[in-house]
């Protein structure tokens, strides 16, 4: 059987609703990737990019956008409602603070911080300030991903005991002691680059309430694990086996077992399609996402901003401060 529909009919009637002005902090690969999805989001306007270090390219490619040089020009302009954050993660908590502290929504990408203090820090402030904050998970904004979970807790293959989630990709250029994915001032290693995504995926199906679990790492030359492997166990004996790596390539596909079949989600992070496989029957289920997937959670925050929310629920604070504190507690074990 084949499903496909709207991504929006998902998401509600907030489509077309929007109308702010987005400020973007860092502007390198991801936020390029983001930026072409808000243009498909009537109403959402990119309106200015700050960069320490690109800002007269950006100025010669993006002639209709204000360029700051500096992150404190974009958030004393009043024009600006709220800021997409994409500067390494070692930056995202100060870079937060400030936005909120400007008077600015903000979105966030994953992970908002490098530790649980500085998660609770942040949320306190959004609060404080009654604005906007949500980390940028995207993959719990996929329509294919979000029906997936969906079904798998209505009981379609029956009680989930087990999964397993592998993120794991290779890139060259990256992997030098400059590079940003290795380089432990910038906050690099893969639990916190990719890592997360398997994790968060476990979690969405058994809770954040882990009984026990067991890291290893392969650890870089600067000291951040390139490799890491984690058996994780929850209430009622539940397992999962998730692995992320920036050293190897890995097939980045998801498989959650129950008592009457199996769910496999190819691309977890940014899914598309998954199957339902119950012995020999094969339910095919197609779910594609707008533009390259960041919409979603576009539309998500555009729908709690006009709600005057300051969390969403899909991804809410507590799932934030819940995520800093398990990658703490793991790479407490790792790094001791």
């Not at 390029?32 to 800002?55: D, I, M, T």
């Not at 997360?196 to 694990?225: K, M």
């Not at 008592?259 to 598309?272: S, Y």
Request: negative net charge; hydrophobic residues 40%.
């Amino acid at each position: 059987m084949i499903f496909s529909f709207n991504g929006t009919e998902i998401l509600g009637e907030n489509f077309h609703l929007g109308c702010m002005n987005w400020g973007f902090i860092g502007f390198g690969r991801i936020a390029k990737k983001f930026l072409e999805s808000l243009q498909s989001v009537e109403g959402e306007k990119p309106y200015a990019f700050a960069s320490r270090s690109h800002a007269k390219a950006l100025q010669e490619e993006f002639s209709s956008v204000k360029i700051y040089d500096t992150y404190e020009g974009l958030l004393s302009d009043p024009e600006v409602d709220i800021v997409y954050i994409s500067t390494t993660h070692n930056f995202h908590y100060q870079n937060t603070l400030d936005a909120l502290r400007a008077g600015k929504h903000v979105l966030c990408e994953k992970p908002v911080s490098i530790s649980s203090a500085q998660a609770e820090e942040m949320i306190a402030e959004a609060k404080k300030q009654n604005k906007f904050f949500m980390e940028a998970m995207w993959m719990r904004f996929l329509p294919a991903y979000r029906s997936a979970i969906e079904r798998i807790q209505k009981g379609d293959i029956g009680e989930v005991n087990y999964l397993t989630a592998s993120f794991g990709f290779r890139s060259e250029e990256k992997l030098t002691k400059d590079g940003r994915l290795l380089n432990p001032n910038l906050a690099g290693g893969a639990l916190y680059d990719v890592g997360i995504y398997p994790l968060n995926l476990a979690t969405d199906l058994f809770g954040w309430e882990v009984e026990d679990f067991q890291a290893q790492a392969q650890q870089s030359e600067t000291g951040v694990d390139e490799s890491i492997q984690i058996q994780m166990q929850f209430e009622g004996g539940k397992m999962a086996q998730l692995f992320g790596s920036v050293a190897l390539q890995t097939n980045k596909e998801a498989c959650v077992y129950g008592t009457e079949g199996f769910v496999r989600i190819p691309m977890f992070w940014r899914a598309q399609s998954y199957e339902i496989v119950k012995d020999d029957e094969v339910e095919r289920v197609f779910l594609p996402f707008q533009s390259n997937g960041y919409v979603h959670e576009i539309l998500e925050v555009v729908a709690c901003i006009q709600q005057g929310k300051t969390s969403s629920p899909t991804y809410s604070f507590n799932d934030s401060l819940m995520s800093a504190k398990l990658v703490e507690n793991i790479l407490s074990t790792i790094f001791k």
